[in-house]
């Protein structure tokens, strides 16, 4: 089920003018599509957030221009970097029979053996490239690793999808993540006693966070 969105038509094309909406608490976006001229328009910032909030990030939404309903997804936005407020916004128009390209979130379940035996959890991928048709476009593909041992990868083969909705387009052989085994603190064989107190520089494991 899709949420509506009010959005309203950009004149104003200068960035003196995209930074006159923001100030007003706007967000000036652009809509998209095969079949839908390119249009510049704005939508308001907390209508925007609480419409995400009901669908996700990869949610149908109804977006209404000039009286008119249109199925959108947020295909891409850009975000400040230092405060987090959304700068612009791209809606791809869409047709709810027709397969769509949308990039989602890997969402990692439980501990993994391994790293409870110490070992050190590495994810150079967080998120898939899947195809599917905008209602069947996950808002997570979630992943459980309890089982995963040290010195084991995932792959994008391993992934049970547990139903045929969408279709994952990344290589099967891309290693999703890894377990490292522990690392082995070096010997130190000098004669030198080591001074007391903390180094300057402690290593830590090499745990990559979950975007």
């Known amino acids: ?31 998209y599509g095969r079949k839908v001229e390119s ?8 209508e925007f957030q609480k419409t995400i909030r009901e669908v ?11 009286g008119n309903g249109q199925n959108v997804i947020l295909s891409d936005y850009q975000e400040d970097a230092i405060n987090g407020a959304i700068l612009h916004a791209d809606f791809l128009a869409v047709d709810m029979s027709t397969e769509v390209s949308a990039n989602v979130r890997i969402n990692l379940i439980g501990t993994a053996a391994g790293v409870k035996d110490g070992g050190v959890l590495q994810q150079p991928i967080h998120e898939l490239s899947i195809t599917a048709t905008p209602n069947n476009i996950p808002q997570t593909i979630d992943v459980d690793i309890t089982g995963l041992q040290v010195g084991e990868n995932l792959t994008v083969a391993d992934i049970k999808q547990g139903n045929a909705n969408f279709e994952i387009q990344d290589d099967e052989e891309q ?5 490292l085994p522990p690392k082995q603190e070096e010997e130190i064989n000098s004669g030198e006693q080591q001074e007391s107190g903390t180094p300057e520089n402690e290593e830590g494991r090499e745990t990559k966070a979950s975007e």
């Open 56 to 66: 996700g990030r990869n949610g149908v939404i109804s977006l209404s221009l000039d």
């Open 39 to 46: 249009k510049p328009v704005y939508v308001d910032g907390s």
């Open 1 to 31: 089920m899709s949420s509506v969105l009010n959005a309203n038509e950009r004149t104003d094309l200068r960035k003196s003018g995209s930074r006159k909406l923001r100030r007003e608490g706007q967000i000036p976006a652009v809509v």
């Open 175 to 179: 290693v999703i993540l890894s377990i």
